[in-house]
């Protein structure tokens, strides 16, 4: 099912911010939630370990700082400013880590579903 976004802007200056404590450290979120997509600011602290094994999709873009990214498989990716990483759902478990705090753009929704969840 397709939904369609008219234009609009967001004043991510307006957008409450919601706390989230992780397995160490905080995050914080500021979340736009359209119809099968959600659009955030996320900030990690200093020391900010995910809680949780992540398995859904999503599109992360770097604003400020750097963390990592590590893979259920040991593998452990770095991300600094400017940079990006993509991922469909189910086709990793990751979660994140941050030493000195980071700033990211991430978006998810319904179209990085995989093919056998989307109908």
Not at 41 to 66: M, N, P, R, T
Not at 97 to 114: M, Q, R
């Amino acid at each position: 099912m397709s939904s369609k976004i008219p234009f609009q802007t967001i004043d991510w200056s307006a957008i409450a911010k919601t706390e989230y404590k992780g397995e160490k450290g905080t995050s914080f979120w500021q979340t736009v939630q359209f119809p099968g997509l959600r659009v955030r600011i996320v900030e990690y602290g200093s020391g900010y370990l995910a809680d949780h094994w992540c398995q859904k999709g999503h599109i992360v873009f770097c604003i400020e700082g750097e963390f990592e990214t590590q893979l259920a498989d040991g593998t452990k990716i770095i991300l600094t400013k400017n940079m990006s990483y993509v991922v469909s759902d189910e086709l990793s478990s990751h979660r994140s880590f941050s030493a000195n705090g980071v700033k990211l753009l991430i978006i998810d929704g319904d179209f990085l579903a995989s093919q056998s969840n989307s109908k």
